[in-house]
């Protein structure tokens, strides 16, 4: 009777040991999780804002900042109106005729089947601009900047970005 007691203790113990280590070859994978969406296109989205970044208007170069629906980056834009308004110093030289002169370099990607902008799009929804030829008079010293920009079915008119 002690052998079947052993016997039957080793019996169970190597069931129990064997038994629970089985895998069933399933592996649990994690849950794929979507980054969140940061951008959208610039024919997908129905508005537009931009957002001045830098500019430098002696240079003619502009940096902006892109967003569209739910304050998305807008990618691939491509039709952009610049204009960058060059103004003398406060002054007597400042007015004529008590208004005061100014001069403006531009270019039109929207209308102009050539235009002399150089687009670039740095990052997701940041875009620098560069007019190809500026020409200042000696005077100018403050610059205003006027962008409009389109894709199919959103519109941002021109407007003076302060």
Request: glycine share 8%; aromatic share 6%.
């Amino acid at each position: 009777m002690k052998h079947t007691k052993l016997y039957c203790a080793i019996g169970l113990s190597s069931v129990l040991l064997f038994g629970c280590g089985s895998d069933d070859d399933k592996t649990v994978e994690p849950p794929i999780v979507e980054p969140p969406v940061t951008t959208i296109g610039i024919n997908e989205t129905e508005t537009l804002s931009v957002n001045l970044t830098t500019v430098d208007g002696e240079t003619g170069n502009v940096a902006l900042t892109l967003t569209g629906d739910d304050d998305l980056l807008v990618t691939g834009a491509s039709g952009f109106n610049l204009i960058i308004m060059g103004y003398p110093k406060e002054g007597e030289t400042s007015v004529k005729y008590k208004l005061a002169w100014h001069q403006a370099n531009n270019a039109n990607c929207i209308e102009d089947a050539e235009c002399d902008l150089t687009v670039t799009e740095a990052e997701s929804g940041i875009y620098n601009l560069e007019l190809g030829t500026v020409e200042w008079k000696d005077a100018v010293d403050n610059y205003r900047v006027a962008v409009e920009v389109k894709g199919e079915k959103s519109h941002l008119e021109l407007a003076f970005l302060d």
